[in-house]
């Protein structure tokens, strides 16, 4: 039973225009978020994360937006660029001792 | 230069053998994981340890043991009775002592069972 999903397994984008990356969880207990961006045959990099006592994160051209009565973040990049084509990984945190669950990822291909 | 290192980058092992990958971090974290990714897969937990000695079955740990005698060294030994070994491993670590801790990766390990 996923906890935490990406129902988008890929999405493309033109170079220039917005990036939309959603991720929905069903653990109420959730309340620390995180999203990783990974390149083939690297290991994910931590791109930018959200606490569920804020609604919105930001840190340059990256957004996360958090919904937590719909259980609900995405992700936005504003503008794409090529750099950003690669497989996004949203994972949540509970408190406790317990590791963090990751999303199966969605890649993203922006098109010049 | 403080990072997580996993060797080798490329591992190939016979059907039947069992094969050790490695991960050492020197950004004295408290607490390493082992993930697997496989294509469509996402990242899957095998074991993580939260502090020296002492460490727990993640989600997918059959077929895979795990030691940490040292706080900075966390590896991963892919038994024979691992069915499917072919796969991405991922090592990461995290400071340890809070769920908002965030974990780093290090570069992954591609084993191919042949």
């Known amino acids: 039973d996923q906890q935490v999903k990406q129902n988008s397994p890929s999405l493309s984008v033109q170079e220039g225009r917005i990036s939309i990356l959603n991720c929905d969880y069903t653990?109420?207990?959730?309340?620390?978020f995180l999203w990783y961006k990974k390149y083939p045959a690297e290991g994910p990099t931590f791109l930018i994360s959200?606490?569920?006592?804020?609604d919105k994160n930001e840190d340059g051209r990256f957004t996360v937006f958090l919904n937590k009565s719909a259980k609900h973040l995405s992700l936005h990049i504003v503008p794409s660029q090529p750099g950003d084509s690669a497989v996004y990984f949203c994972?949540?945190?509970?408190?406790?001792?317990?590791?963090?669950?990751f999303g199966k990822g969605t890649r993203l291909s922006v098109i010049a | 230069d403080g990072g997580i290192t996993q060797s080798p980058k490329y591992l190939f092992r016979k059907e039947g053998q069992n094969v050790t990958l490695s991960c050492e971090q020197n950004?004295?974290?408290?607490?390493m994981y082992w993930y697997r990714q496989d294509p469509g897969q996402g990242l899957r937990l095998i074991y993580y340890?939260?502090?020296?000695?002492?460490?727990q079955k993640g989600d997918i740990a059959e077929g895979y043991s795990v030691s940490r005698e040292k706080k900075e060294s966390f590896p991963l030994t892919v038994t024979s009775a691992q069915k499917n070994p072919t796969a991405f491993y991922l090592c990461?670590?995290?400071?340890?002592?809070?769920?908002?801790?965030?974990?780093?990766f290090g570069p992954g390990t591609r084993l191919t069972v042949l």
């Open positions: 994972a949540a945190s509970a408190r406790g001792n317990t590791p963090l669950v």
């Open positions: 653990n109420s207990m959730f309340d620390y």
């Open positions: 959200i606490s569920s006592i804020k």
């Open positions: 950004l004295n974290h408290d607490a």
């Open positions: 340890s939260q502090i020296v000695n002492d460490f």
């Open positions: 990461a670590s995290e400071e340890g002592g809070g769920h908002t801790d965030t974990q780093y």
